[in-house]
């Protein structure tokens, strides 16, 4: 009875495990479409937002980063993503990676955090 208890705790950790691992691929497939109406599916009602050399705003509307990232994307020809790092801790997860263009490369940070069991971004760096 113990060995079955521990099998099935070690199933549910790993079913956790994997939904959130499947979930971040689904953020880093939207990035790497470099379709900025796809990515903004993934904000979290507020977003602290970073783009290149402007000052970071915390706690920006969802409207109001979907329209910023937009306009970067546009602005900066956005054409793919690269990943170069993923993981986290509990409920926050993060990426790292590159957002690419026909002559160079921006780095981007992109903090998750798990709410209702589904993963949304929360933070969002490009440099």
Known sequence: ?????????????????VKAQSETDMVIRALKSANPDMITTY?????????????????????QAALALKSFYADNGIKGFDK?????????????????????????TVQLKQKNGTLYIITMRIS
């Open 84 to 108: 170069v790092s993923d993981g986290g801790k509990g409920n926050l997860v993060y990426i790292l990676g590159k957002l690419t263009t026909a002559g160079k490369s921006y780095s981007i």
């Open 43 to 63: 904000l979290d009602d507020y977003v602290d937002l970073k783009l290149l050399d402007k000052d970071e705003v915390k706690n920006m509307s969802k409207n």
């Open 1 to 17: 009875m113990k060995q079955l208890m521990f099998t099935l705790c070690f199933f549910m950790i790993g079913l956790v495990s």
